[in-house]
C-alpha cells in the first residue's frame, strides 16, 4: 500500500465562509452615509424581513449570537422550575436554563437521529416541569409531532435550538415553525453567518413584541423601562453582512451536497463507520458531516482516529463529547446519572465531526477517506 503524506496544512472541521471584500466595502459605504451604527438601524430591519421570508416563519428577531437568543427565549416565555433537554449539545444548551435559574433536566437521545428521543420525555416530566428543549443536532430534525403532542398533553412549552438547522424544511415547511420559538445561530462556523449572530423566531405577534423589548433593555420609550431586558442586539455591520450572505447560502449548501455525496461513497461499505441518517421529506442544509466509530467492528476507537488523523494534519472534532451531563456543573443532577443515559453515553465516544465546508475540494474529501480507512484493523 502507498504511504499517505499528511495535508500541507491544516484542515480544519470548517472554515467560515468569506463573502467578497468589495461587497462588503460597498455596504460599509452605505453605513457610513448612514450615520447609523446600531439600534435598530436600516441594515437590521431588512435583515429581518429578509430571513424571515428565506426561513419562511411569521416572525423573526434578531440577536447578537444565539446563546443570548435562547437565554432571552426562555425569558419571554417565563420558563422556570425544570427544563428537559438533550445532554448531546454544545454547552450553550443547557447554560441557558441555568442563567434562566432553571434545572437542565437531561433526557437520552435516539440512536439513530441523535437528538432527544420523544419516547423517553414522558417520564422525566415532574410538577417543575415548565417546557423541552429540544436541539435538531446536526441539522437533523427532532420528532416535531411527537414532541408537540406530549407537550400539549401537560401544558409544556416547546423551544428548538436550531443553532445547526439554518434552512432546514420538514414537509416544504420551514424548521422554524415548529414548538413555541425556535433559535438559529448565524456563527461564523455556520453555514450561513453574520460573523456572530442569531435569531429567535415564532408565531405570535405578541410575543414578538416582548422578545424585542427584552433583547433592548427593556426599554419601551425614553420614558418607560418595562421589564429587565439584557443587551441583545446585532449591530448594522453585521446586518449588512448577513444580508451579503443570503446569496452565498445556497452555493456553499450545494457544494456541501456535493462533498457529503463523496464521504457516503467513501465510507457507507466501510465496517464500523455509520455515516449521516437520511431523512425522508426533508430538506436538508448539509452543514456536519458526522460519523460514528464502532471500536469493536472498526478495530480502532473514535479517539485513536482524532488523534492520528491530527498527525495527517486532519483536525477533526468530536461534536458533542464530551457530554454536558459530564460537565463539572452538571454532573452532580440525577438525570446526568450514565445509567439514565446509556444511547447519550455510547454515541459520545464515537462521534466525530469530518472537515465539511466548500472550499474542501473533492479529492481532500477522498484523501481524508483514505487516511481515515487505513487506520482499520
Ligand atoms: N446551540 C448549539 C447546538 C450550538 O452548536 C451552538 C453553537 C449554540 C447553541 C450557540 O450559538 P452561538 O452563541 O455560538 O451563536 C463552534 C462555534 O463557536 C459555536 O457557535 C458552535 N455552536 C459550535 C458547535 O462550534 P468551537 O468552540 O468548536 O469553535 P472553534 O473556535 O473551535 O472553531 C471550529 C473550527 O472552525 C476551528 O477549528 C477552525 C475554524 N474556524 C473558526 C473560526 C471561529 C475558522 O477557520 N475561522 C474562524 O473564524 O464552537
Redesign the pocket.
Known amino acids: 500500500m502507498t504511504k499517505i503524506e499528511p495535508f500541507a496544512e491544516r484542515i480544519?472541521?470548517?472554515?467560515?465562509v468569506f463573502p467578497k471584500i468589495e461587497e462588503v466595502t460597498e455596504k460599509l459605504q452605505d453605513i457610513w452615509n448612514s450615520k447609523w451604527l446600531t439600534n435598530n438601524g436600516p441594515q437590521h430591519s431588512m435583515l429581518e424581513r429578509e430571513l424571515t421570508d428565506f426561513l419562511r416563519v411569521p416572525y423573526l428577531s434578531l440577536f447578537n449570537?444565539?446563546?443570548?437568543a435562547?437565554i432571552v427565549a426562555c425569558q419571554s416565555l417565563r420558563l422556570s422550575g425544570e427544563v428537559i433537554t438533550t445532554p448531546f449539545?454544545?454547552a450553550?444548551?443547557p447554560h441557558v436554563l441555568s442563567w434562566n435559574n432553571i434545572t437542565p433536566i437531561f433526557c437520552d437521545i435516539d440512536a439513530e437521529t441523535m437528538n432527544i428521543d420523544a419516547n423517553k420525555i414522558e417520564s422525566m416530566i415532574t410538577p417543575h416541569t415548565t417546557a423541552i428543549l429540544a436541539?435538531h443536532?446536526f441539522g437533523i430534525p427532532c420528532d416535531v409531532e411527537k414532541i408537540q403532542e406530549i407537550a400539549d398533553r401537560y401544558g409544556l412549552r416547546v423551544i428548538y435550538?436550531a443553532?445547526?438547522a439554518f434552512g432546514v424544511e420538514i414537509g416544504g415547511k420551514g424548521i422554524g415553525n415548529f414548538g413555541d420559538i425556535s433559535?438559529f445561530?448565524?456563527?461564523?462556523?455556520?453555514l450561513y453567518h453574520t460573523v456572530?449572530?442569531?435569531a429567535l423566531v415564532h408565531g405570535d405577534k405578541n410575543l414578538k413584541q416582548r422578545i424585542d423589548l427584552l433583547k433592548n433593555f427593556g426599554i419601551k420609550n425614553e420614558e418607560e423601562v418595562v421589564m429587565p431586558g439584557i443587551n441583545g442586539k446585532l449591530d448594522e455591520i453585521r446586518a449588512a453582512i448577513g444580508r451579503i450572505m443570503l446569496n452565498y447560502v445556497e452555493d456553499e449548501r450545494q457544494k456541501r451536497i456535493f462533498l457529503h455525496k463523496i464521504y457516503n461513497e467513501e465510507l457507507s461499505d466501510v465496517e464500523g463507520i455509520k455515516i449521516m441518517p437520511t431523512c425522508a421529506g426533508v430538506k436538508l442544509n448539509y452543514q456536519y458531516y458526522v460519523i460514528r466509530i464502532d471500536e469493536k467492528t472498526f478495530g480502532r476507537s473514535r479517539d485513536f482516529v482524532y488523534d492520528e488523523f491530527r498527525k495527517f494534519n486532519v483536525?477533526a472534532?468530536k461534536?458533542f463529547h464530551p457530554l454536558c451531563s459530564d460537565f463539572t456543573c452538571y454532573r452532580q443532577l440525577n438525570s446526568s446519572n450514565p445509567a439514565n443515559l446509556p444511547v447519550a453515553n455510547e454515541i459520545g465516544q464515537q462521534v466525530l465531526s469530518m472537515p465539511m465546508y466548500g472550499g474542501l475540494k473533492e479529492d481532500d474529501v477522498r484523501k481524508i477517506c483514505a487516511i481515515l480507512k487505513s487506520f482499520r484493523r
Do not use: C, Q
Not at 12 to 16: D, E, K, L
Open positions: 480544519y472541521v470548517t472554515r467560515p449570537n444565539g446563546t443570548i435562547l449539545t454544545f450553550a444548551t436541539v443536532v435550538d443553532a445547526h433559535m445561530s448565524f456563527h461564523a462556523t455556520k456572530e449572530g442569531g483536525f472534532r461534536y
